[in-house]
């Protein structure tokens, strides 16, 4: 399983961006799926996570602002972002697990494939 990140950018704070993340292979229909995120400094955190039958869980720092979303079909994942803040500054990784259940949806060491990040820097 191969996962290709894209769609980070530079833009200015209130403004919105849509992450994609392509996944080859059949595993992605029957996987949870999630974005977690790194800023320079950190650890990676949990950003947002879907399962699949499609339950979605959020972390609180971004609930309300983003939007987490699969395509089964084209298996690929997307992170719609709105009212970005700066603090949103990071690499944002896309993560598949065939093992991941709800209740380790947002652990990091339940993903076995992950995607090489896309960079997305959100200016005051």
């Known amino acids: 399983v191969q996962l290709q990140a894209s769609g980070g950018g530079l833009v200015q704070a209130g403004g919105s961006l849509r992450l994609s993340c392509a996944a080859s292979?059949?595993?992605?229909?029957?996987?949870?799926a999630a974005w977690f995120r790194q800023a320079p400094g950190t650890e990676r955190t949990f950003v947002a996570g879907i399962n699949r039958s499609g339950g979605i869980f959020y972390a609180d720092s971004v609930k309300g602002r983003v939007t987490i979303s699969r395509d089964n079909a084209r298996t690929t994942l997307y992170l719609q972002m709105n009212s970005l803040r700066p603090e949103d500054t990071a690499v944002y990784y896309c993560?598949?697990?065939?093992?991941?259940?709800?209740?380790?949806?947002?652990?990091?060491?339940?993903?076995?494939?992950w995607g090489q990040g896309t960079q997305v820097t959100v200016s005051s």
């Open positions: 292979g059949r595993t992605f229909r029957s996987a949870a």
């Open positions: 993560a598949l697990g065939p093992s991941v259940i709800s209740s380790n949806l947002a652990s990091q060491a339940a993903y076995a494939y």
